[in-house]
């Protein structure tokens, strides 16, 4: 292949290239402080504002980091070794023989940029060369050279002559419109010395220019001409524009192209950096600002919270004076009251005139009034002071509900209301629980029911229902046809000092059956709920789990039981089936037991059973008894089996 070059100077290469907290702490130790408040604060001091600066830098260093990465990633550099790639190029050769020269050049195929010339009269301008015609990548354009600043030639050079030139063919540019044909080339040149032998070439792009033999034949000028070289379709050496005539012999053993580039998306990633540190800085100034409110915002709660503790601590100290008053003044009015009262049963029992029978039947019913109201005041003491105690025993609920019904049947009938109990089949007769404790809910519930109920009818209901544990669920409903409460009144009922109903049914009672009825299922581990409506009467339901003994069922159930309940005052010191003392574990876990006991924490008792199992054998049947006791609620029971066990202990 041939083609035509003349010599030229240089030009500049087009090439883009990219552009390369200790302050004072809040919460400052002040003189009053104490050593180990201030060994607190100086341990967790990084926790505090004054730090905020250190994190402040931490944050700006990482979005510099960040920033620096992408600007690593952005500027990126670029190299060309055209020598290992010459095979993917076509070579080809070039002289002035279509000018009329005689000049021969020589090369082997196999030997890529390794070529021989030989210079010789017959032309006015006298050269030859040697060429890669660069197979046009992707849609017919070539390489882009504009992004590689610097050339580095080795090669080695024998014979006449001591320059050479590199030259560059580009697609010429279209801004040149029609000073050029569709397609034609525009040649860049960079003429430089050698010597004899091994050389090591070192260009940049100020040292390529377009051909002036070019530019003159189409009326360019170099600034029309520019100096884009993106679209590069071949690349040539020949001789120097002095070289004399004459052989000489090039290899060129290494040619690479050196440079930095920066796309647009790299650009836009240099931007986005700058921008991330901006907005790292402004969001840091923001979060001091941010952190300065909140912590005048937390010294502002701690003083409220502060403020809110003493005014706690003052309302319980005086809720507690008042618990301890209504406690005491309620033992102080019973104990004359019941001498009132018995001294009024002793005289209408005497021969008394009516008169006199129906003033002592004035006073017995008035003390009986009086006596309800201040036991309820006293329930509802215990209830705020904390004091309200289960005292579980076994007793026959059957006859526990009938003996109430008794109670409350005449102030039905005095009323003329129908009043009926059905005790399903299932129910057990023998229950672990507090018998008190449910005659006095039974008692505040019918007697609600009966007091509110004008006409028709009040009906106990007593059933059994399913037990999320093995106990025995029983479900106690006191349905009744009377006024009915309210949807506002329904959810303070069960409150201290409320009642439902109109003004005339108020005018008795404390209002705190419920209240008391309320906590005591609560402590039961129960629920109760109500379902009613303004005329259509009212349904208390109450469901609680009775605790059952399956030994002690046995036991009373038998021919020659004793029909109440054992007194646990009189007790089971617990022994083994053999005979033997219980043995219980001596170390901390009867210390663990012993607060647990003293605090009436059954379920937390039952939970450390398993452990004490599993200390050994020989604690078993004390875990058992242990285990026992506190499932049937006999918190006094349990407290004496584990106080016993403690001064067993201490005496050994």
């Not at 082997?108 to 060429?131: I, M």
């Not at 026959?396 to 509900?401: A, E, P, Y």
């Not at 006095?440 to 106990?460: D, H, M, Y």
Request: glycine fraction near 8%; hydrophobic fraction near 40%; charge should be negative.
């Amino acid at each position: 292949m041939s083609k035509r070059y003349n010599r030229t100077s240089g030009v500049k290469l087009a090439n883009d290239i990219a552009p390369t907290v200790v302050a004072h702490n809040l919460l400052e130790d002040g003189p009053q402080s104490s050593a180990s408040d201030r060994k607190t604060h100086t341990r967790h001091r990084w926790l505090h504002y004054s730090n905020l600066k250190v994190e402040a830098a931490i944050f700006l260093l990482i979005a510099l980091t960040f920033a620096a990465v992408l600007g690593q990633k952005a500027i990126t550099s670029r190299h060309l070794d055209l020598t290992s790639r010459v095979g993917q190029y076509y070579p080809f050769v070039y002289g002035d023989k279509d000018d009329g020269g005689n000049s021969t050049i020589d090369h082997d195929t196999t030997k890529p940029l390794t070529w021989s010339c030989d210079l010789r009269e017959g032309a006015k301008f006298v050269y030859c060369g040697y060429g890669l015609q660069f197979e046009a990548p992707g849609k017919g354009k070539g390489i882009d050279f504009s992004k590689y600043k610097n050339v580095t030639i080795r090669l080695t050079y024998h014979g006449v002559g001591d320059h050479l030139r590199l030259l560059l063919q580009s697609t010429a540019p279209a801004s040149l419109g029609r000073k050029v044909k569709p397609g034609e080339t525009m040649p860049f040149v960079a003429e430089f010395p050698v010597t004899q032998g091994v050389n090591e070439i070192h260009l940049n792009a100020e040292q390529f220019a377009v051909e002036q033999w070019w530019l003159t034949s189409h009326g360019v000028t170099a600034e029309e001409a520019g100096t884009d070289m993106d679209d590069i379709v071949s690349l040539a050496f020949s001789s120097g524009s002095q070289t004399p005539h004459g052989r000489f012999d090039v290899k060129v053993t290494s040619l690479e192209f050196h440079g930095v580039s920066l796309s647009t998306d790299q650009w836009y990633l240099i931007i986005l950096g700058v921008w991330l540190v901006l907005t790292g800085g402004f969001l840091v100034f923001r979060f001091l600002g941010m952190r300065r409110l909140y912590e005048a915002r937390q010294r502002q709660q701690a003083e409220e919270s502060r403020v809110l503790a003493e005014a706690r601590a003052a309302a319980e100290a005086a809720s507690s004076a008042k618990s301890q008053f209504l406690a005491n003044m309620s033992h102080e009015l019973r104990t004359p009251l019941n001498a009132i009262l018995g001294y009024a049963q002793f005289l209408k029992a005497t021969n008394s005139s009516e008169r006199d029978l129906a003033a002592l039947q004035t006073i017995e019913h008035s003390g009986e009034h009086l006596l309800t109201m201040i036991t309820d005041i006293l329930d509802i003491a215990k209830v705020e002071a904390g004091r309200l105690e289960l005292l579980p025993g076994i007793f026959d609920i059957r006859l526990c509900v009938l003996s109430v019904a008794q109670m409350v049947r005449l102030r039905a009938e005095e009323k003329g209301l129908l009043f009926t109990v059905d005790i399903a089949d299932d129910v057990p007769r023998l229950v672990m629980a507090d018998q008190k404790r449910i005659r006095q809910v039974l008692i505040n519930l019918l007697g609600n029911a009966i007091k509110f109920t004008p006409s028709g009818e009040v009906r106990l209901e007593v059933s059994c229902v399913t037990s999320a544990t093995d106990d025995t669920g029983l479900r106690f409903c006191v349905t009744d046809t009377g006024v009915g409460i309210s949807p506002d009144q329904l959810q303070r009922i069960f409150q201290p000092f409320e009642q439902a109903g109109n003004a005339i049914d108020k005018s008795g009672g404390t209002g705190l059956g419920l209240s008391i009825t309320y906590h005591i299922v609560q402590m039961m581990g129960g629920d109760i709920r109500v379902e009613s409506g303004i005329g259509s009467g009212s349904r208390f339901i109450v469901e609680a789990p009775f605790g059952r003994s399956d030994e002690e069922m046995a036991r009373l159930e038998a021919p020659d039981a004793v029909a109440e309940a054992p007194d646990d005052s009189a007790a089971p010191l617990p022994e083994t089936e053999a005979g033997a003392p219980l043995v219980a574990p001596f170390g901390p876990q009867l210390d663990h037991l012993l607060f647990l006991a003293r605090a009436g924490n059954l379920r937390a008792i039952r939970k450390a059973v398993p452990a004490i199992i599993a200390a050994g054998p020989e604690y078993r049947g004390f875990a058992e008894r242990l285990d026992s006791l506190a499932a049937a609620y006999q918190s006094p029971a349990v407290l004496r089996l584990i106080e016993d066990a403690a001064r067993e202990r201490d005496a050994a």
